[in-house]
């Protein structure tokens, strides 16, 4: 079982920046991948990052590429979202997700079905 709280969401106008955080607990390990997803109401969550526990290695969608940056701490227990350049479009509730894949290259998020450890969301509104 993996635990996951995320914090650090608000509000904020276009161009500006927030960071999210997830804290990590639980059964981790350097198989662990730790992502998020994002869901605008009437619409499918979306893989926005995600980073893999054993090297580091990273993964964007396409629309937030330059713009957010994914980290986790030293002790791999914190993992951030930086979020930079926020547009209105970014308006949505975010989810931390963790899984274990054997391979680094399943981390990229393609599908909620990948995960199965999920936070409970929290909101970032951008306005315009």
């Known amino acids: 079982q993996i635990q996951l709280v995320e914090s650090g969401g608000g509000s904020v106008q276009a161009g500006g920046s927030l960071r999210l955080a997830c804290a990590v607990s639980?059964?981790?390990?350097?198989?662990?991948?730790i992502g998020w997803f994002r869901q605008v109401p009437g619409q499918v969550r979306v893989g926005v990052a995600s980073i893999y526990s054993g090297d580091s290695s990273t993964y964007y969608h396409d629309s937030v590429k330059g713009r957010f940056t994914i980290s986790q701490d030293n002790t791999k227990e914190t993992v951030y979202l930086q979020m930079n350049s926020l547009k209105p479009e970014d308006t949505a509730t975010y989810y931390c997700?963790?899984?274990?894949?054997?391979?680094?290259?399943?981390?990229?998020?393609?599908?909620?079905?990948?995960?199965?450890?999920w936070g409970q969301g929290i909101q970032v509104t951008v306005s315009s």
């Open positions: 639980g059964n981790t390990g350097s198989r662990t991948c």
């Open positions: 997700v963790a899984g274990t894949f054997v391979v680094n290259s399943y981390c990229f998020p393609t599908g909620q079905s990948q995960f199965a450890y």
